[in-house]
Nanobody, 122 residues
Framework: VQLQASGGGLVQTGGSLRLSCAAS????????MGWFRQAPGQEREFVAA????????SYPDSVKGRFTISRDNAENTVYLQMNSLKPEDTAVYYC????????????????WGQGTLVTVSS
């Protein structure tokens, strides 16, 4: 499956962005989808995951209550709505697809998009 992330940009503290990840190739709805991020000099960090039918969601404490992951299987797209953004949210955001089941571990995700940069100014 091929993944194409979009929607990043520059936003002020407290602002919002919505990232999109369009999938093509194999059947989209067989995958758990996740969002990860990586800031310069830091390790890749889990941001959100959603299971195949959208009924199970996970977030780390750092984004819980501010970020929302969703998916539209008819459109082969997963979204990440980001509200109340903070400077520490600045990173390249990646969408990813896992076929091994529901997981928040980046090494379980077999397919990755190219990343989209989110910059939050203070």
């Amino acid at each position: 499956v091929q993944l194409q992330a979009s929607g990043g940009g520059l936003v002020q503290t407290g602002g919002s962005l919505r990232l999109s990840c369009a999938a093509s190739g194999r059947t989209f709805n067989i995958y758990t989808m996740g969002w990860f991020r990586q800031a310069p000099g830091q390790e890749r960090e889990f941001v959100a995951a959603i299971n195949r039918n959208g009924g199970r969601l996970s977030y780390p404490d750092s984004v819980k209550g501010r970020f929302t992951i969703s998916r539209d299987n008819a459109e082969n797209t997963v979204y990440l709505q980001m509200n109340s953004l903070k400077p520490e949210d600045t990173a390249v955001y990646y969408c990813a697809a896992a076929v091994s089941g529901y997981t928040s571990d980046w090494y379980d995700y077999a397919y990755w998009g190219q990343g989209t940069l989110v910059t939050v100014s203070s």
